[in-house]
């Protein structure tokens, strides 16, 4: 699994963004795959996850009813589509692929990340 993130940039607080992160292996399907995010400062945190099948997601309480998480296994590509954004969803942006485990909450259930990418959310 080789993961590349993209689609940050700069928006307006209450506006959407969307971000994407490819996958170029083969087995993409049969990857859970997570969204986490860090603030300047902080440390890296859970915001989304999704199952294999698309069916299952999970999502950080901060994120729940504003962000949805979902996935194209034809195209190797999860998205996170982010709605109703506040200044307080700035941060890097990283996805990441993981097969085995019990938590997608945690860092430790994912053996594959991306590079990240910036989003800023102005007020």
């Known amino acids: 699994v080789q993961l590349q993130a993209s689609g940050g940039g700069l928006v307006q607080a209450g506006g959407s963004l969307r971000l994407s992160c490819a996958d170029s292996?083969?087995?993409?399907?049969?990857?859970?795959l997570g969204w986490f995010r860090q603030a300047p400062g902080k440390e890296r945190r859970f915001v989304a996850a999704?199952?294999?099948?698309?069916?299952?997601?999970q999502y950080a309480d901060s994120v729940k009813g504003r962000f949805t998480i979902s996935r194209d296994n034809a195209k190797n590509t999860v998205y996170l589509q982010m709605n109703s954004m506040k200044p307080e969803d700035t941060a890097v942006y990283y996805c990441?692929?993981?097969?085995?485990?019990?938590?997608?909450?945690?860092?430790?259930?994912?053996?594959?990340w991306g590079q990240g990418t910036l989003v800023t959310v102005s007020s």
């Open positions: 990441a692929a993981g097969k085995y485990g019990t938590s997608w909450y945690h860092e430790s259930f994912y053996d594959a």
């Open positions: 292996g083969r087995t993409f399907s049969s990857y859970a």
């Open positions: 999704i199952g294999g099948s698309g069916v299952n997601t």
